[in-house]
């Protein structure tokens, strides 16, 4: 059964193409810095925002025009897997990330949820033996059923946080008879409203108390995905508790979970925090947690998550910039947890949309190899720092200095002279070799 039925496989036409449906950036076997852009990206589809968003806001109901429109609980499921990977062969997306809700639907009792899920995993395993197609990360969706309502693995009330450790479980299970190469926890409603009845501290202990269940469950049952930690400052609470990448590391640090987890970092969840993209993966990077990157853009002029699909390229380019720098995404990849607008509802958006994002990827992949290679920034680095190389400097960094020899040595150097950081001119480089590749 084809679900796009209108839709061809997806080719690469390369730059002089005007064809919507094919690649102008994105040539799978190209070889970029000694991987192809395949090996580099490792792209995903998440299944939620392709497969099971309707585009309803606070305003209005949904707008999507989709196949499996006519069909409801398991059969709805059914085709939906059918979809996936219809749409994954044609676009040639190797992988794709899902939560257990978006494959099954839930049941009445945690006994029916399940069952549901071994019908539909049976299915998955059968047509990825098939496809060759793999899965990125699975997670289970401790967030929208309201049993959640004051967290999961930092509810209030034990019952909700056995739930959850049973639900946990069993995505646990499901991913090793997947495959997964990752395992991601998002807190959705790990954090909290008001401190006026939150005890933020046992809430916490909590939480690491359900993170260490995890590890020794995975390790028992010989599931060996990595675990990642999904940073988010805000939305659904007002509060998360994984604000950001340097929070998620504290906290793994605290709890001595630091060997066990990296993080799965987002661009939409680092605009919310107040920082770039680049900024959540230099972090990682620098403290050996780079894990996955969840790729989708915001809307400066907008509050809220609006996860959309990530189209510009200063940002993928800087964003492949730190992979490359970080020695790449490793057993991690580039998933597009990104929806179509409300107003994109034809079958054919999704495919547009993904191309949008995939080019936008493989666009910002070569700008970066092009910075690297020419080694423009790093240059620009080195010059910057390189009153550490000898003198005082090299005393610090080898660290023999103290602050007495500070001193002597501060108390004959002046005037001290300083450098401009000439950031307009570099700028305008980017950009420069943005539009050069
Ligand atoms: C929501 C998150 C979520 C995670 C997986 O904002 O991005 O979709 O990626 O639970
Ligand atoms: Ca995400
Ligand atoms: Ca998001």
Redesign the pocket.
């Known amino acids: 059964m084809s679900i796009f039925k209108n839709i061809p496989s997806i080719q690469f036409e390369g730059k002089g193409s005007d064809n919507p449906l094919a690649f102008k950036q994105y040539d799978p076997k190209q070889v970029v810095l000694g991987k192809t852009m395949e090996e580099h990206l490792r792209f995903a589809v ?1 299944y ?1 925002h392709t497969f099971n968003a309707i585009g309803n806001d606070p305003f209005g109901s949904g707008t999507m025009v989709r196949e499996w429109d006519k069909f409801s609980g398991m059969d709805r499921a059914k085709v939906q897997v059918e979809a996936n990977f219809e749409f994954m062969e044609k676009l040639g997306i190797p992988y794709y990330c899902f ?1 257990d809700v978006d494959i099954a639907p839930e049941g009445a009792t945690l006994q029916e949820s399940n069952k549901n899920l071994d019908v539909i995993v049976a299915m998955l395993k059968e047509q990825m033996q098939a496809t060759g197609k793999k899965l990125l990360w699975n ?1 289970s ?1 401790m967030f929208s059923n309201p049993r959640f309502v004051h967290g999961a693995g930092t509810a209030v009330n034990a019952d909700v946080y056995a739930y959850a450790g049973a639900q946990l479980k069993k995505a646990l299970e499901v991913g090793k008879e997947l495959g997964a190469e990752n395992y ?1 926890f ?1 807190g ?1 409603r790990e954090g909290y409203e008001t401190l006026l009845n939150t005890d933020m501290g046992f809430e916490l202990d909590n939480l690491a108390r359900l993170y260490h269940m995890a590890v020794a469950y995975a390790k028992e049952i010989g599931f060996d995905a990595q675990f990642l930690i ?1 940073p ?1 400052p805000k ?1 659904p609470t007002k509060h998360q508790y994984d604000f950001d990448a340097a929070t998620a590391i504290s906290f793994l640090q605290k709890y001595g979970l630091k060997d066990h987890f990296k993080l ?1 970092l ?1 661009a ?2 680092a605009t919310l925090a107040g920082h770039t993209f680049e900024h959540e993966i230099r972090t990682a990077a620098i403290n050996g947690m780079l894990g996955s990157l ?1 790729a989708n853009q915001g809307d400066l002029l907008l509050g809220w ?1 609006t ?1 959309e699909f990530p189209t510009d390229l200063y940002s993928t380019t800087l964003t492949m910039y730190e992979v490359l720098k970080a020695g790449g995404i490793g057993r991690g990849g580039v998933n597009f ?1 990104a929806k179509v607008r409300r107003g994109s509802f034809e079958a054919d958006d999704l495919f547009l949309a993904h191309i949008a994002g995939m080019d936008s990827f493989a666009w910002g992949l070569k700008a970066a190899a092009k910075l690297i290679e020419e080694g423009i920034l790093d240059k620009v680095v080195e010059n910057r720092y390189r009153s550490f190389k000898e003198g005082i400097g090299a005393d610090v960094v080898a660290g023999k200095a103290t602050l007495a020899s500070l001193e002597q040595y501060a108390l004959q150097n002046h005037p001290i002279v300083n450098e401009s950081g000439r950031q307009e001119r570099l700028r305008l480089l980017l950009s420069e070799v943005i539009f050069s590749v």
């Open positions: 998440a939620w939560h997670t969706n991601v998002w959705g999904e988010k939305e799965n987002e939409n969840h969840d998550d996860d947890d």
